[in-house]
């Protein structure tokens, strides 16, 4: 079955850097697009950023360009979500996300999530 199990939250100080992980089994992870969520208390969950299955191709959430980068390791079935400049307003849990089509019907598979706090 699809597992997706992120890693590497924690809490760091306004204009600090993480590195988010997450490890994917139970499909060929490099025919799929892979995707990076977040979803701060109160708010609705919100794309960060997407990877092509060869990585060759990224787009950013207005609010994280610039500051964040996603890249992938296809040979580890690993994602990874590089957050840099860090700010307050990043604090979210974030949630790593796979679309798969399942016979004729495109599934949402996603992670436990981790936790990212920004704060002095």
């Known amino acids: 079955q699809v597992q997706l199990v992120e890693s590497g939250g924690g809490l760091v100080q306004p204009g600090g850097s993480l590195r988010l992980s997450c490890a994917a089994s139970g499909f060929t992870f490099s025919t799929y697009f892979m995707r990076w969520y977040r979803q701060a208390p109160g708010k609705e969950r919100e794309l960060v950023a997407v990877?092509?299955?060869?990585?060759?191709?990224?787009n950013y959430a207005d609010s994280v360009k610039g500051r964040f980068t996603i890249s992938r390791n296809n040979a580890k079935s690993t994602v990874y979500l590089q957050m840099n400049s860090l700010k307050p307003e990043d604090t979210a849990v974030y949630y790593c996300?796979?679309?798969?089509?399942?016979?004729?019907?495109?599934?949402?598979?996603w992670g436990q999530g981790t936790q990212v706090t920004v704060s002095s």
């Open positions: 996300n796979v679309m798969i089509m399942v016979r004729t019907t495109l599934e949402d598979y």
């Open positions: 990877i092509s299955s060869t990585g060759g191709s990224t």
